[in-house]
């Protein structure tokens, strides 16, 4: 089985800057696309930034040109980088990656969830 286990969030206050990392665990054989969504109260999740194993990237429109998505392919880990938080940047932000496991069965994974807090 596959664990993704998040971290990184808190307060951050407008134009502030916050990293968040993701690192999968257990028994792995390969992760192939990760994301990062968010879901902020009273709405549904939705996809924030994507990232290829071989590193192709893209990003919703409402945070293109503020927030980063890169991997470490070697350390399974996932971080984004975002930059010129706003208020509306707020919610809990989901790690999630699809791939095989050890014993080579596909799955579709997602961490618990880490809270993103900007104030205004």
């Known amino acids: 089985q596959v664990q993704l286990v998040e971290s990184g969030g808190g307060l951050v206050q407008a134009g502030g800057s916050l990293r968040l990392s993701c690192a999968a665990s257990?028994?792995?054989?390969?992760?192939?696309?990760m994301r990062w969504y968010r879901q902020a109260p009273g709405k549904q999740r939705e996809l924030v930034a994507a990232i290829t194993s071989s590193g192709y990237t893209n990003y919703a429109d409402s945070v293109k040109d503020r927030f980063s998505i890169s991997r470490d392919n070697a350390k399974n880990t996932v971080y984004l980088q975002m930059n010129s938080l706003k208020p509306e940047d707020t919610g809990v932000y989901y790690c999630?990656?699809?791939?095989?496991?050890?014993?080579?069965?596909?799955?579709?994974?997602w961490g618990q969830g880490t809270q993103v807090t900007v104030s205004s």
């Open positions: 999630n990656a699809d791939g095989h496991s050890g014993s080579l069965s596909w799955g579709d994974y």
């Open positions: 257990g028994s792995i054989f390969r992760i192939n696309a």
